[in-house]
């Protein structure tokens, strides 16, 4: 069974990755830990990603029918090309494809395959979607810049695993200790004894990244680098490693933790997932996807001309400084005034009342003309011209109670965040994408979850490919 199986043994679905085409293209490698028929297949990359999903954003240049019932897609980013096939078993992406237009941003998230034909040792890696919109060019400039910083936190990662003496279980032992997430964990040392990648490659594929963020900012005008054999050798001069001694959950503030594998997320991290489904392949699909077509695709790709948002990658040397200059500027919640009225923004689990001061009572008996009174200060009720009304013991004790399970009830918000956000997503959309703040505000008053937490589970619905952005703040349910 996968790692990131639900307690009660169902499989869950994986969070998609993030990953460059130039990467994706280099990966020959598929397995599934277990001989079960929904275990999960793999693609694991050169640098560790284990893949079973992946999210990508890139350009549509190109849509071919290859047989009766399926089509074959190239989706190109700065970096090289990645090979979509939908058939009759992907009704929706396939629907997608045959209504946009060459050239359209898209974004795709999908299932990672492998593909060896019987008269070749080449193999070829494709995607097969599961669903597939259209989107503009600032999602696709986020989606280079967040994938180069990913990239260069594997980079890091990998680095940092090559200079240990452990092995095998035992590195991936070593590296779940030192914070890197379960699933990177388990690919690390798989990338190590399948393609032995050396820090050559790793040194070129931080080049690759570094410059697909610089096409994005407007400093360059296509990625000239290109990358060698994983198990390239040569001298490098960069530290690529990370230091995982200071960090905790390699990855976490992009990629989601278990269960799931980017898994970008995403890479790109990972929240309650939802069940998969077994899908049938027909044979067909593996049979119609041709050799010739698949030579093109380690051609450098020209960007597509766009104003990018993103930030100015610069010039950087190590992954880390990668990480750094690629990561987009953070967003800052600011919660709404009316947000103050939830019971969120409000300390649970405390017994103290708050009591006033000496001086705080004088400042409010001088700005409202009252005197407090204490409880021996207060005369009798019929010293006061009043006259108790018998209260009902049953009725105050029945309101009581049913304020305090009120007030239970509301306290605790017991679905999944992740999908309640989605879905509260969707609601609010009315075709052009709703507004980040609005989001969290409307999730904050729905839930009185704490704001930041409303945030976490957008940014791992992000992650795991259930949403994009489809403006500047603005999000859109996938």
Not at 174 to 191: I, Q, T, Y
Not at 381 to 390: H, K, R
Not at 406 to 428: I, K, Q, R
Not at 442 to 469: F, H, K, W
Request: with cysteine; charged share 35%.
């Amino acid at each position: 069974m996968s790692s990131n199986s639900t307690p009660d043994d169902r499989p869950s679905r994986e969070v998609a990755w993030r990953v460059f085409a130039a990467e994706f293209d280099d990966a020959d490698f598929s397995y599934a830990e277990s001989d079960e028929e929904r275990a999960p297949n793999y693609v694991v990359t050169p640098t560790g990603a284990r893949v079973n999903r992946l999210f990508v954003v890139g350009v549509l240049t190109e849509v071919e029918q290859v047989s009766d019932d399926v089509l074959r897609a190239r989706i190109v980013d700065p970096t090289g090309a990645f090979v979509v096939y939908a058939g009759q078993y992907q009704p929706d992406a396939l629907a997608s494809l045959e209504r946009l237009d060459a050239p359209a941003f898209v974004a795709i998230t999908g299932k990672a395959r492998t593909f060896e034909p019987e008269d070749a040792d080449t193999v070829y890696t494709s995607v097969r979607p599961e669903s597939i919109s259209e989107v503009d060019a600032d999602t696709r400039d986020r989606w280079v810049v967040r994938t180069a910083e990913q990239t260069a936190e594997r980079v890091g990662v990998f680095a940092d695993a090559l200079g240990r003496e452990e092995r095998g279980t035992d590195l991936r032992n070593a590296l779940s200790e030192a914070g890197v997430r379960p699933d990177l964990a388990a690919g690390v040392p798989l990338a190590i004894d399948h393609y032995g990648t050396t820090e050559t490659y790793l040194d070129d594929l931080c080049t690759v990244a570094r410059q697909a963020a610089e096409v994005v900012a407007g400093d360059r005008d296509e990625v000239a680098a290109t990358t060698p054999a994983p198990d390239a050798g040569g001298a490098v001069d960069t530290d690529l490693s990370a230091d995982l001694d200071d960090e905790t959950e390699t990855t976490a503030e992009t990629e989601p933790a278990e269960p799931a594998t980017e898994s970008e997320s995403a890479p790109e991290s990972e929240p309650v997932s939802e069940p998969t489904t077994t899908e049938s392949e027909p044979e067909s699909d593996a049979a119609s996807e041709p050799v010739a077509e698949q030579d093109s695709e380690s051609e450098t790709v020209s960007a597509v001309e766009a104003e990018p948002d993103a930030a100015d990658a610069g010039d950087v040397g190590t992954t880390e400084e990668l990480a750094e200059s690629t990561a987009p500027e953070p967003e800052a919640v600011e919660p709404e005034p009316e947000e103050s009225e939830s019971l969120g923004d409000f300390e649970t689990g405390t017994d103290e009342m708050y009591e006033f001061d000496e001086e705080e009572r004088e400042e409010i008996e001088e700005e409202f003309d009252m005197d407090f009174s204490t409880g021996d200060d207060i005369p009798e009720a019929g010293e006061a011209g009043i006259e108790p009304e018998a209260a009902d013991p049953d009725e105050s004790e029945d309101s009581f109670e049913s304020e305090a399970a009120d007030e239970e009830e509301s306290d605790a918000f017991e679905g999944d965040l992740e999908d309640f956000v989605v879905d509260t997503m969707d609601d609010l959309d009315d075709g052009d994408g709703v507004d980040r703040d609005e989001v969290i505000r409307t999730v904050v008053e729905a839930t009185d979850e704490d704001p930041g937490d409303v945030e976490d589970a957008i940014q791992s619905a992000l992650m795991s490919g259930r949403c994009y952005e489809s403006g500047e703040d603005t999000l859109k349910a996938i």
